[in-house]
């Protein structure tokens, strides 16, 4: 049974591994290479997506019972995560306008050291001496990467730092909501009210700071139509990456989730 579960969680892992980067080299590729420079708008497409999907994956193909919020507070923190989430993905799609994407990843190695301080914050978990230890190099080889990186861009680090920050706050969140007594809700569900949560969000700030961006990608898309196969594949490889995040948080810890993901790269 050991085994079983070992080699569920391995699987889920490696799923997540390779969705994770997927969506991160085809972001870089619509938002540098092609020139679609829209991330907010990006960000909301693959919003919509795990929307629609959540809601056919559970009430139409019922793969999970669906739940319920039970409560103001439940409801006020799968807000609050929405949120974090919407500044991570948006912090992070804005950072790889600027950064290439190995310097992206190496300031994402942070986020365990991240994730480990807002644990003890909110939760007053507190991992061994020796693994906050462990943290520290790989804090100081950012540092010094960031010296000596000739991409470097001061305000591509900023969105990127910050972005990793959210990231680890995230993981926390979710973290809680998926295993806390009388608030669970399984990972399916958890994205379910999550993402239409999180498209009002990115919405508003699409409209005001990306002006007439549907129209330009319906012009884009007449001189080019990949660029809509683009986006469909990219929103639906972003609901996979979210689903398995979930599930392997679920599964482990936020902790470990950020740990793995700083190993990958």
């Keep these: 049974m050991k085994n079983q579960s070992k080699m569920f969680t391995i699987g889920l892992v490696s799923a997540w591994y390779s969705s994770n980067i997927g969506v991160l080299l085809l972001n870089k590729y619509l938002l540098s290479n092609y020139g679609f420079k829209y991330p907010i708008f990006l960000t909301m497409c693959h919003m919509t997506a795990c929307s629609l999907l959540s809601y056919i994956a559970i009430a139409w193909m019922k793969m999970v019972p669906m739940q319920t919020i039970r409560s103001r507070v439940q409801f006020f923190k799968i807000t609050t995560l929405s949120l974090v989430f919407c500044v991570s993905v948006v912090f992070g799609n804005i950072s790889l306008r600027y950064l290439p994407v190995s310097f992206n990843q190496a300031v994402g190695a942070t986020t365990p050291f991240f994730t480990a301080v807002f644990a003890y914050l909110m939760t007053l978990k507190r991992e061994g001496w020796l693994t906050y230890i462990t943290l520290v190099p790989v804090v100081t080889g950012v540092i010094i990467a960031s010296g000596g990186e000739p991409s470097f861009h001061l305000f591509g680090f900023i969105m990127c730092i910050s972005a990793t920050a959210a990231r680890a706050l995230k993981s926390v969140l979710q973290g809680i909501l998926l295993s806390s007594e009388g608030e669970k809700l399984n990972s399916m569900n958890l994205l379910l009210y999550m993402a239409p949560i999180a498209v009002v969000f990115l919405l508003p ?59 990958a790269f």
């Design 205 to 263: 700030a699409t409209l005001i700071m990306e002006e007439n961006v549907v129209g330009i990608t319906l012009a884009l898309a007449r001189d080019d139509v990949k660029i809509i196969w683009y986006l469909l594949f990219n929103s639906a490889l972003a609901y996979f990456v979210n689903l398995t995040n979930f599930l392997v948080t679920k599964h482990t810890s936020a902790l470990t989730l950020q740990v793995w993901h700083a190993s």
